[in-house]
Nanobody, 124 residues
């Protein structure tokens, strides 16, 4: 299983940005999917997760109401729509896949596969 994230870039505070992550393989719908991020000098942290069907989503408190995670199982793709971006959202964003539940993906220790990451920079 390989994950390829894209869509990062440099934006101003208040702007929006959409990330995508394409997953190779035929078993995409078998995995819960999530997004994590890591800012310089900080631990990698959970951002959002979506269940295998896409019916339920989970968010970190810091992004609740601003970010939306979704997936398209026909396209083997998970998305992260980021609105009202803040400078503190600046980080490398990683998509992740796990055989565990989406709710359990708040811990990066349960991740089975990681993408390479895409840089998001929000200027003030």
């Amino acid at each position: 299983v390989q994950l390829q994230a894209s869509g990062g870039g440099l934006v101003q505070a208040g702007d929006s940005l959409a990330l995508s992550c394409v997953v190779s393989g035929r078993t995409f719908s078998s995995y819960s999917m999530a997004w994590f991020r890591q800012a310089p000098g900080k631990e990698r942290e959970f951002v959002a997760a979506v269940t295998r069907s896409g019916g339920l989503t989970y968010y970190a408190d810091s992004v609740q109401g601003r970010f939306t995670v979704s997936r398209d199982n026909a396209k083997n793709t998970v998305y992260l729509q980021m609105n009202s971006l803040k400078p503190e959202d600046t980080a490398v964003y990683y998509c992740a896949a796990s055989i565990t539940t989406a709710q359990g993906m708040v811990s990066h220790s349960v991740v089975n596969y990681w993408g390479k990451g895409t840089q998001v920079t929000v200027s003030s």
